[in-house]
């Protein structure tokens, strides 16, 4: 299954930047032998529209020229379902065994995701009940990627 990353905002040069990419080369690498490839990042400026409904629709529309057809669609958002690193890795693991073919994860803008991406989304989830920045929270999914690939291939990096 191919896997790729949408975020609205652009990851500036610096240790977050880093280390998101040092996560996902991880995951990159592993990745193949457990019947996951990353696809790609992609990354779109955040709109500059005077209201948070046009922000988000905006955006979404971005989200949606990326999505390849078919593709499953997990939004990350902190209303979203809360789950362990073990569940996230079995849902995965479960749409690949279930023979679809690509999954993109999406990292909305300051003002979330559209409402109509929530109706369409296979997955909305939650990375804890705090808010986090946009560039943790890329760290955090891509850290989390490298961890899903390590337990569906039994590596022991996890120890949960």
């Not at 999505?67 to 479960?94: H, Q």
């Amino acid at each position: 299954m191919r896997i790729g990353l949408f975020a609205v905002g652009r990851l500036k040069a610096g240790p977050e930047k880093d280390l998101a990419a040092r996560y996902l080369d991880r995951f990159a690498k592993a990745g193949p032998a457990a019947g996951l490839d990353l696809s790609r990042v992609v990354e779109v400026a955040e709109s500059r529209a005077s209201n948070a409904e046009t922000r988000k629709r905006e955006e979404a529309a971005a989200l949606e020229k990326a999505l390849p057809d078919g593709s499953l669609l997990v939004l990350l958002d902190e209303r979203g379902r809360a789950m362990g690193s073990e569940d996230f890795a079995g849902l995965i693991g479960a749409w690949r065994d279930g023979g679809r073919r690509d999954l993109m994860i999406a990292i909305g803008g300051a003002d979330g995701l559209d409402s109509a991406l929530h109706a369409r989304a296979d997955a909305v989830v939650c990375l804890g009940k705090l808010t986090w920045p946009h560039q943790i929270v890329r760290i955090l999914i891509a850290e989390q990627l490298y961890r899903a690939v390590t337990i569906l291939s039994g590596h022991p990096y996890h120890r949960g």
